[in-house]
């Protein structure tokens, strides 16, 4: 298993470059947003833009190397605050520099690029840049239906979160980086 996971790990590295956000993207990550999250959950184009304006460091984007379009993204806002809450994602306010937690705020990754492993490769990529800027901890609210799928990349479910965006019920889960220890 260690040995596929490697050889995916290194495709995906010859064709995609995984990197932070440039400012002259930010139309098209909130384009991205917009197909890959119905309008109840997405992030507003305005949103989009403060957060990318606030904090492009927090967004980890892979982009296709024959097109140079981005096939994905994964973004969060740093914090100390350890609970999810609705705010974070409509108050780019809210950033902490400093903050050793990330609430994770949206894995996108376009129709076309899905189920080659990318949105499974953003999340490491992102965990191990986070612990090595010194984060502790990675905190995101999901669906019941993608519980599974975030467990296999490393998160607990917390359970019912108390976040209602769009009107959803969502569970909360966490990751701690660093070799911290989970409650």
């Known amino acids: 298993m260690t040995e596929k996971r ?8 010859e064709r995609f470059d995984f990197r932070s956000i440039r400012q002259e993207e930010a139309e098209e990550a909130a384009e991205i947003e917009y197909i890959c999250f119905p309008p109840n959950e997405a992030c507003s184009r305005k949103m ?3 957060r990318i304006a606030k904090a492009p460091e927090l967004f980890l984007v892979a982009a296709d190397r024959e097109t140079g379009r ?4 994964l973004n969060g806002i740093s914090t100390e605050e350890e609970a999810f809450r609705d705010e974070f994602f409509t108050d780019a306010g809210l ?8 609430m994770l705020l949206g894995l996108d990754v376009r129709p076309e690029y ?15 840049r986070e612990a090595g800027n010194g984060r502790r901890l990675l905190i995101l609210t999901c669906l019941p239906d993608k519980v599974k799928m975030y467990e296999k990349m490393g ?3 917390k359970g019912i979160s108390a976040s209602s965006w769009g009107g959803e ?9 660093s070799g911290g220890a989970e409650e």
């Open 155 to 157: 998160f607990k479910n």
């Open 48 to 50: 989009m833009l403060e």
């Open 70 to 73: 981005i096939a994905g993204f």
């Open 6 to 13: 490697t050889e995916e790990e290194k495709a995906l590295q």
């Open 95 to 102: 950033y902490n520099p400093e903050g050793g937690v990330v």
């Open 114 to 128: 899905r189920g080659q492993g990318l949105a499974r490769e953003l999340m490491r990529r992102y965990a191990c």
């Open 169 to 177: 019920q969502w569970y909360e889960m966490s990751c701690m980086l």
